[in-house]
């Protein structure tokens, strides 16, 4: 019994070399990634009838039928990635078409009446205040309480403005970059970016930078939008991930939450959008939201949604480039030669600017501005006004102007709101 098993080990010992003797020829005969093609598909099928005899069979027969020479089969390869690489093409440049259209929807939308609250505040400080900081903690910290002062007075938009204008450049956001002393312009910019964007989507759009080296340190805003995973909301601040959805459904984005939502829009990838999320869920894998304008929560629901960051290259481009249909109707400038806030009372309005000046005041800012025909900045603002009259320091710093000035107009915007 024992010699009739030891003989069945040996048959199939020499099976098995029998075989690595002809894949060993076979190997020697056949460019490589033929083989390997080859042999994949007779190890399936000695694995679904493991019989040696149809693995000796099958190797021989597939290597030989489906031959090609290594240039040949690279030749093919590239053909296949490069009709692969044309489709793949195709889908993202229809997508990106899509998203445009969408993209000039929402847009539109951002000027739709019936949309905007009812009214809108917008400040301007010209960034070279942060020159005057003695440090890059000072520096930051400043812009910090920039942005905090216009969260706590529901500011839509901030406006860092260069106070040396930068008229020789085609492209003025490079220009500004590249002029060292605006570098204090953009680094404001980036820092009142990263203190409005709600901390679950900071790291998408906010790499490492020494301009935000100790913004981290900064206090937070804790906007309305600024919400935590356990916190309850109709709306939610996202981004659209670059993740394949079937076609006419949408687009996913991330909302800060465990799950991620399905919107109604198809929109490029890292896009910044306003979720309002359906009231009723359905689905146990995601969220199901609508894109909606970021003035929607203020409007309906008087919740305030943060501020809106504008770099304008000069002073009068504070006024040249505003967002707004129609522009600011109504435009203050504050220096402690203006006229005492007092003994003014506003007119109604729809789009409010406020202008701060810097070291050397709004006198130094239209000096650098040589596109303004004014000769005196009064000449610039429907009111030109003290708002803090017998001051007790000789200076005040524009973010303590900030403060006193928002703080002094509230109970005029409010009476000026509940109009409407």
């Known amino acids: 019994m024992a010699g009739h098993l030891l003989r069945k080990q040996i048959a199939a010992s020499i099976n098995v070399l029998y075989l690595v003797t002809?894949?060993?020829?076979?190997?020697?005969?056949i460019p490589t990634p033929t083989l390997l093609f080859s042999f994949v598909n007779i190890m399936e099928k000695v694995s679904k009838n493991g019989n040696f005899e149809s693995l000796k069979s099958s190797f021989s027969k597939d290597a030989v039928t489906s031959g090609m020479s290594w240039k040949e089969w690279k030749t093919?390869?590239?053909?296949?990635?490069?009709?692969?690489?044309?489709?793949?093409l195709l889908k993202k440049q229809k997508k990106l078409e899509e998203s445009k259209k969408i993209s000039e929807e929402i847009a539109a939308s951002l000027n739709d009446s019936q949309i905007q609250q009812d009214y809108t505040i917008s400040i301007a400080v010209p960034g070279s205040i942060l020159d005057n900081a003695q440090s890059p903690e000072l520096k930051t910290y400043l812009a910090g309480q920039i942005a905090r002062a216009a969260a706590i007075f529901n500011v839509n938009e901030i406006i860092v403005f260069s106070e040396i204008a930068v008229t020789n450049f085609d492209d003025d956001d490079q220009a500004l970059k590249l002029h060292k002393k605006n570098h204090g312009c953009v680094q404001m910019v980036r820092i009142l970016q990263f203190l409005e964007c709600p901390q679950y989507l900071r790291k998408y759009y906010f790499p490492i930078h020494k301009d935000l080296e100790y913004a981290g340190l900064l206090n937070p805003l804790d906007i309305p939008h600024h919400l935590r995973v356990d916190d309850e909301s109709p709306y939610r601040e996202g981004i659209i991930l670059n993740k394949p959805v079937k076609e006419g459904k949408?687009?996913?984005a991330y909302i800060g939450l465990k799950k991620t939502a399905i919107v109604d829009k198809i929109i490029e990838p890292n896009v910044r959008v306003t979720v309002k999320l359906d009231k009723e869920q359905t689905s146990k894998k995601h969220y199901k939201g609508k894109v909606i304008s970021p003035y929607v929560p203020y409007k309906y629901d008087k919740i305030y949604w943060g501020y809106n960051v504008r770099l304008a290259k000069s002073l009068s481009a504070v006024f040249s480039e505003c967002p707004f249909k129609g522009g600011y109707d109504l435009s203050i400038g504050t220096s402690d030669k203006g006229q005492d806030v007092d003994s003014v009372t506003f007119?109604?309005?729809?789009?409010l600017l406020i202008i701060f000046g810097g070291l050397k005041g709004l006198e130094g800012c239209l000096e650098g501005d040589e596109t303004l025909e004014a000769n005196e900045p009064n000449e610039l603002f429907n009111f030109y006004l003290n708002t803090c009259p017998s001051q007790g320091s000789r200076t005040i710093r524009t973010e303590e102007a900030v403060l006193i000035t928002l703080s002094v107009l509230r109970p005029q915007l409010n009476s000026v709101n509940n109009s409407l």
């Open 250 to 252: 949408g687009s996913y």
């Open 76 to 88: 093919k390869k590239k053909e296949e990635h490069k009709k692969w690489k044309q489709e793949k």
């Open 22 to 29: 002809i894949i060993f020829k076979i190997w020697m005969a």
């Open 347 to 351: 007119p109604s309005f729809k789009h």
